[in-house]
């Protein structure tokens, strides 16, 4: 079974930084992709960034410049790294894994629970 932790999320004043994580356990072969997604209350999902097994990456025109997203592969963790934050930043940050269980097989998406940030003097 995939699982996806998130963790970091957390008040933070505006201005400040926050770094989320997310540990992808169980049982695959490899992790193509990871990223994050956030939802602010009342509306939908929406993309922040994303990157490759081998380091690419792309970001939504609102985190880029804000956020670096980066991974550890040996430790199957992929983080955020949020900057100057604004109160329009809040929200529910998702962290979600392009994981393949087994070589040859398409990867499949799975998520983690979510880790609210919440920017608030």
């Known amino acids: 079974q995939v699982q996806l932790v998130e963790s970091g999320g957390g008040l933070v004043q505006p201005g400040g930084s926050l770094r989320l994580s997310c540990t992808v356990s169980g049982k695959f072969y490899n992790i193509p992709t990871i990223g994050w997604y956030r939802r602010v209350a009342g509306n939908q999902r929406e993309f922040v960034a994303a990157?490759?097994?081998?380091?690419?990456?792309n970001y939504d025109g609102s985190a880029k410049g804000r956020c670096t997203i980066s991974r550890d592969n040996a430790k199957n963790t992929g983080y955020l790294q949020m900057n100057s934050l604004k109160p329009e930043d809040a929200a529910v940050y998702y962290c979600?894994?392009?994981?393949?269980?087994?070589?040859?097989?398409?990867?499949?998406?799975?998520w983690g629970q979510g880790t609210q940030v919440t920017v608030s003097s």
């Open positions: 990157m490759a097994s081998g380091g690419g990456s």
């Open positions: 979600y894994g392009s994981v393949r269980k087994k070589a040859g097989q398409p990867a499949e998406d799975y």
